[in-house]
Nanobody
């Protein structure tokens, strides 16, 4: 049974930083990518950042230059370093992993709230 477990969310003032972590419990045999998505109230879930198995990264335009996705391959953990947080970054952040054979796995989500 594969589970993705996020941690690191919380309340932070605008301009502050947080680091999210996503650990994998169980075995995903062929990961094609790991990613972070977010969903704000009343809005659709959107891609924030993705890192492929080859290490290629891409980001939503709204977070470029502020957020960084990285990974620890040995520990099978993916991080999202968020700097310069803005009110509009407030959302539930979800960890995602894509297995080439079995498709998407999702974490339960972690709340990030940015206050003024």
């Amino acid at each position: 049974q594969v589970q993705l477990v996020e941690s690191g969310g919380g309340l932070v003032q605008a301009g502050g930083s947080l680091r999210l972590s996503c650990a994998v419990s169980g075995t995903i045999f062929r990961i094609s990518s790991r990613a972070w998505y977010r969903q704000a109230p009343g809005k659709a879930r959107e891609l924030v950042a993705r890192i492929t198995s080859r290490g290629t990264t891409n980001y939503a335009d709204s977070v470029k230059g502020r957020f960084t996705i990285s990974r620890d391959i040995g520990k099978n953990i993916v991080y999202l370093q968020m700097n310069g947080l803005k009110l509009e970054d407030t959302a539930v952040y979800y960890c995602n992993a894509v297995d080439i054979t079995y498709g998407d796995y999702w974490g339960q989500g972690t709340q990030v709230t940015v206050s003024s």
